[in-house]
């Protein structure tokens, strides 16, 4: 047909796309959390190594923000779900309301 558009490779682009969005966001969070644990956690440009209190605070620091990440994510969709359900719960009554 002239002047179509050929869209069947669309959906795979869209969706290469999305990936690379989502690495990036991906690499933004874990620029973030590099440079948070590594200002809260690392005193001694002394030496080296990293010491062994400057290594558990790091850990501590990783794990503390993970579990947050994570709670904030699960409360995230909580409400979600409930809003979900208030919307369909005000649609139905509004369906239920007889028309004026």
Not at 20 to 40: G, H, M, P, T, W
Request: one cysteine or more.
């Amino acid at each position: 047909m002239a002047g179509s558009i050929d869209m069947s490779g669309m959906g795979d682009q869209i969706q290469a796309e999305m990936q690379v969005k989502q690495f990036r966001d991906f690499l933004i969070q874990y620029n973030k959390l590099s440079e948070s644990c590594f200002n809260d956690c690392v005193w001694d440009f002394t030496s080296r190594s990293v010491r062994g209190n400057e290594d558990n605070c790091a850990m501590n620091c990783v794990e503390k923000y993970t579990k947050v990440t994570q709670r904030i994510s699960e409360r995230f969709q909580e409400l979600q779900m409930l809003m979900n359900e208030n919307a369909a719960s005000a649609a139905q009554k509004l369906g239920k309301l007889p028309m004026a």
